[in-house]
């Protein structure tokens, strides 16, 4: 910590005061993201919660005796059939877990809540090595109760668990350069000897062996890690050390392998062995869209969802009171890791929200300098036992009146009749049933619940996708298609049937088997036939 830092008055002075404070929000945050535990994870993404889902229902099936044959092979074949990105880590542990509690979706919103919980303590720790005791508060706050962070933490996907690996590889790359170098304050950090005159001392190499192990995990977890390890890394460091002599340090050269192979040797087995990784990497960035206005609208659209305008402006400003150089330019490093994150990856920046999740970290890091010094400002002018006392009853409401909306945000709507609709189609249609659906999530609604795989009809959005890579789209041709040897058409999604009035007008022609307020169904036999 700076002296400049030590100096400014804290208003949480008292060490007890500031554990109980801690204590209370990692309490309320796990809390509130563990409310209505057992709905169904059709709150936040539903498709990519579900593609997790059934996947782990897949690895739960294949050594699950007691099941129907027939829906061990249907959740065995759903499972291979899915797209594989990103190593299956966390539906592999979801799975394992199955084989005790017994297969239970919101079991992974467990996982993902406790994860996210524990990576509020090392912000924490990071925040108050960077800034204060009372920054590192400020952060942990916005951390764990940001709304939008609150809904995405819990769900069930690879990020939460990614970005919270992410957090700790920054906290443990921090502890690993005041363990190698003597530091003046933080402030302007010099090496305490020549790297080739002394063995790494002992807390240098774990810390460097640790955030090696860790930012390894994570980019493994998910590649795109690798916008938030390399920049910081470097901005951390090289304001430690020349660039000739940091690379003569073994622990860099050891963090790096730890840090990179368990990655690369995934995607050698993906691309050049298996496979299956050969075609994910396309369509992820479209140099057109970099002057196109409707991309940059759509990803301010992003931030103002995430994390609102006003965090993003306050957090750039946390980076020019930032009390030292090590905090500003690590957080000059996570803002620019994610700009050139969100240049690389244009089209999903700008359409899928949850890529920029990372963002609650690294604004809630941003504001902890602000929020320090409003703090202080505050200590300053409450010094008294009245005033403080008044302060702190302020701060009280306002943080309950905070879970309060979070409650009522989270129970805003039921999602438990859904099961048994999706049941009610798959037990209608039978599982030998070849449908074709324009219904939500491409169909995996129906294949979790309804034990029913359509062929999925494409929506609004995937022929805009699909044109900007060039696609041409003759309807007929399409319908033609894609409806052969298909014995059902299934609408759920009549707000995206609006979107497709040609496909309305073709629906027509056939005659409706069964019609509930929720979902039609349609004989795609022609008129006529026997």
Known sequence: MSASVAAAPQFFESRTLRIGILVVLLA?????????????PLDFHPTRQLLSAIKARGMYYQHLAVAPEWQRDFAIREWALRAHVEPEVFERLVAITYRATGEHVWVARIYSSVFWTLGALFLFSLARRLVSHDGALVTTTVYLLLPYGVTASRSFQPDPLMVVLVIVFWWALVRWADSAWASDG????????????????????????????????????????????????????????????LVRRPELWLMVILGALPA???????????????????GRFFPALLVSPSYYAGWINVLNLVVGPSAVLLGLLGILVSPNRLAARLLIALWF?????????????????????????????????????LLSILAARASRPGPRAASLAVMGITFVLILVGLR??????????????????????????????????YGMRLIYWGWLAPTPWPSASDLRYHALR???????????????????????????????????????????????????????????AE
């Open 470 to 528: 060039g696609a041409s789209r003759r309807f007929e041709s399409e319908f033609a298609r894609l409806s052969r040897n298909r014995d059902y058409f299934l609408v759920t999604d009549f707000d995206e049937l609006a979107r497709q009035p040609d496909l309305a007008a073709k629906l027509g022609e056939f005659d409706v088997v069964a019609e509930r307020p929720r979902y039609v169904i349609l004989d795609l036999s022609p008129r006529g």
């Open 408 to 441: 009522q945000q989270l129970s805003r709507v039921d999602f438990h009749p859904d099961a048994e609709m999706w049941r009610e189609i798959g037990e209608t249609l039978g599982p030998e049933a070849r449908v074709l659906a324009l219904t939500q999530d």
């Open 264 to 282: 690369a040797l995934y995607l050698i087995y993906g691309i050049l062995y298996a496979g299956f990784l050969g075609q994910q990497f396309e």
């Open 186 to 245: 933080a402030t302007n950090a010099r090496p305490s000897t020549r790297p080739g005159d002394r063995k790494a001392p002992a807390g240098s190499l774990f810390f460097a062996t640790l955030a090696g192990l860790v930012g390894g995990v994570a980019i493994f977890i998910k590649l795109v890690a690798v916008f938030f390890i390399i920049p910081v890394a470097g901005a951390t460091l090289l304001g430690r050390e020349r660039l000739r002599s």
């Open 337 to 373: 890791g994610y700009l050139l994150y969100g240049l690389f990856f244009n089209y999903h920046i700008s359409t899928h929200d949850y890529y920029s999740l990372i963002l609650v970290p690294i604004v809630s890091l941003s504001l902890a300098p602000l929020g320090a010094h």
């Open 28 to 40: 309320a945050g796990l809390g509130i993201r563990l409310f209505d535990l057992t709905d169904l």
